[in-house]
């Protein structure tokens, strides 16, 4: 397989040699249109400027037709008996037609240069044939004779043809030295790109590409850097993920084992049963509820969870979803305020939009301090409907807030359980939102922090 600096090398070259070739067509054409004529019509008045002087000097034609053959003319002198004579450089073929030379003898012009046939890569100003002449009669005392003629390229061009032909030589060996170091310079960043890949796939994500250049090869280093930075943090994320499957797995199954073990000791009072049997019931419900969410977020990223659309008052959601939770709410004595316009309605999987709502409250309660508030406004655009749910306590820094969503992340760093969540809400919340064709973002202060769902309108 050719690589990609033959290819763009090779490239070159034919489009140099078509153009090229092409660019003689349209050059010989528009010598068969426009320069034919006027080649033919000038050489005739040259003629016509030597027959003159040797009709007014007919004594010796022989010495002034050598003369001006010397100047850059091929001549054909003919009496129409046989005696014929040529001046200057000889003819490559000489096919003058016999009633060409008696038309001319009788007093009529010769237009061969005018009439040379069209031919697509014979350009007729060069081809040295003795009917691409013209003709004209001359008559000396009361003999006629034939003179045809046509330029001595050689003579008349040589040194000029020898200077175009190095020119032509020299463009195109310099261009192709030029087109060497071009298409180097061309591919070269490609090829850094495709070691680039080959680094990433074996899993080293730090890169060195022409991030500076202003052109098309500049952005696409850009976006791949930014698609390298980006799969460094998946890998990392998916690393993570496993870390913490293992530590959400691993802790309920050792307290699971530890207090079994306990259990079955002989003389175990009935009181520290009892707690112990609690504590390995609470651990067990937390190993459901997370692969209930692990099948759940698995089943989304993978596009089985069925999503049946239908319009419903989100008014009346929200506050089924409130009512789930109003014992953990009195429980922290929380103000909950509600902002939702009647009728205010979405389109939507009931089921899974009520899973975002349930996630969102969840996560506010948890996090806001005893005696603190939550507020969850609605408001209607001519799009897109925003319903905010905000809630007071400790805000989150920014540097965390583009990594809530991910699966386990948790701002404060730590694996305290004791809340009794799995850290795969919010990450639930992102991907029912998008399944919805919305967005989910956040946004956090001092005084508390606030996520807004956007969905589109019916």
């Not at 937390?286 to 319009?311: I, N, T």
């Not at 008014?315 to 014992?327: F, G, T």
């Amino acid at each position: 397989m050719r690589s990609l600096y033959s290819r763009v090398f090779l490239t070159t070259i034919i489009v140099v040699l078509a153009s090229s070739l092409l660019g003689f067509l349209g050059a010989n054409m528009y010598y068969h249109i426009k320069l034919k004529p006027y080649n033919d019509e000038k050489l005739i008045r040259v003629a016509e400027q030597l027959k003159q002087y040797l009709e007014s000097h007919p004594d010796n034609p022989e010495e002034f037709l050598q003369e001006s053959a010397a100047l850059g003319y091929q001549l054909y002198w003919s009496d129409g008996r046989g005696n014929d004579r040529f001046y200057g450089r000889a003819f490559r073929v000489t096919d003058l037609p016999d009633n060409a030379i008696r038309s001319v003898l009788n007093g009529n012009r010769y237009h061969g240069v005018a009439d040379f046939p069209d031919k697509p890569f014979v350009t007729g100003f060069f081809d040295n044939r003795l009917s691409n002449t013209v003709g004209v009669p001359v008559f000396l005392g009361s003999r006629p004779y034939g003179l045809f003629l046509r330029p001595d390229v050689l003579l008349q061009f040589g040194e000029l043809r020898l200077f175009f032909a190095l020119i032509g030589l020299f463009t195109v060996v310099i261009s192709v030295l030029f087109f060497l170091l071009s298409t180097r310079y061309l591919v070269k960043p490609i090829t850094g790109l495709s070691e680039a890949t080959k680094l990433i796939a074996q899993g080293n994500y730090k890169l060195r590409l022409p991030v500076k250049r202003h052109d098309e090869i500049g952005r696409l280093a850009r976006h791949f850097l930014t698609m390298s930075e980006e799969l460094e943090r998946v890998d990392q994320a998916r690393q993570q993920f496993v870390s913490n499957v293992s530590h959400e797995i691993q802790s309920p199954l050792t307290s699971i084992q530890g207090f079994a073990k306990l259990l079955a000791e002989k003389g175990l009072p009935e009181e520290e049963r009892r707690h112990y049997a609690a504590v390995i019931e609470e651990e067990s419900r937390h190993l459901s509820q997370l692969s209930k969410q692990l099948l759940l977020l698995s089943s989304l990223e993978q596009g089985e969870e069925p999503v049946s659309v239908e319009s419903f008052r989100l008014r009346d959601q929200i506050r089924q979803a409130v009512q789930v939770l109003q014992w953990q709410l009195d429980e922290k004595e929380l103000l909950l305020k509600l902002s939702i316009p009647e009728p205010l309605l979405l389109k939507g999987d009931e089921v899974l939009l009520m899973q975002v709502w349930m996630n969102l409250l969840s996560n506010a309660v948890t996090y806001t301090p005893q005696g603190g508030s939550i507020e969850i406004v609605a408001e209607q655009g001519p799009s897109h409907t925003a319903v905010n749910v905000r809630n007071t306590g400790q805000g989150i820094e920014p540097e965390h807030w583009p990594y809530l969503f991910d699966r386990f992340y948790r701002a404060d760093r730590s694996r305290d359980r004791s809340t009794g969540r799995t850290g795969l809400g919010l990450a639930i919340v992102k991907k029912i939102v998008r399944l919805h064709g919305g967005t989910v973002g956040v946004a956090s202060s001092e005084a508390g922090t606030v996520f807004t769902v956007t969905l589109p309108n019916p």
